[in-house]
């Protein structure tokens, strides 16, 4: 989606994106294959967002963020990188993809408890039954009496 701006909105989850202002971009040269300009241009991308102190989340939302991201975090910030692309543009795509879903992720509600259901009797007889006629079935195969 486009910004009056000009500039793309992410969108975690619903009516919550992530805010353009609470980004910290950092570049740097990418590893890996490339072409002449390979040494010049900073396309490897790291993308910064300070999930202990921002305000854009609801607060359920990122109490449950900060517990499921906690191995990731480094005094409450999250970074995502990527260099798979060549271009620059390309790869702070991908990061601000990759911090959108890593978000909606860690900020879904926990899944609903499953409740337990009773197997109906008949269908557990039957299991029982099948057990035992294979059973007999193989034990008729061992040639013990065939002497």
């Known amino acids: 989606m486009e910004h009056m701006s000009g500039q793309r909105t992410y969108v975690i989850r619903g009516s919550v994106s992530l805010p353009e202002a609470e980004l910290m971009w950092r570049f740097s040269r990418s590893s890996g294959p490339g072409g002449q300009h390979v ?6 991308v790291e993308l910064r967002f300070d999930l202990a102190r921002t305000e854009a989340l609801p607060e359920v939302w ?5 517990e499921r991201l906690e191995s990731r ?8 990188r990527a260099s798979e692309h060549r271009s620059q543009w390309r790869n702070r795509e991908m990061a ?10 860690a900020t879904a509600p926990p899944p609903k408890p499953r409740r337990a259901t009773r197997i109906p009797r008949g269908i557990n007889e039957r299991r029982l039954r099948e ?5 007999e079935t193989k034990q008729g195969r061992s040639g013990k009496d065939w002497g």
């Open 39 to 44: 040494n010049t241009s900073d396309s490897q």
């Open 73 to 80: 975090l480094v005094g409450g910030v999250v970074s995502v």
């Open 96 to 105: 601000a993809i990759r911090l959108a879903s890593l978000l909606a992720e």
């Open 62 to 66: 990122k109490q449950r963020a900060l």
């Open 131 to 135: 057990k035992k006629r294979r059973g």
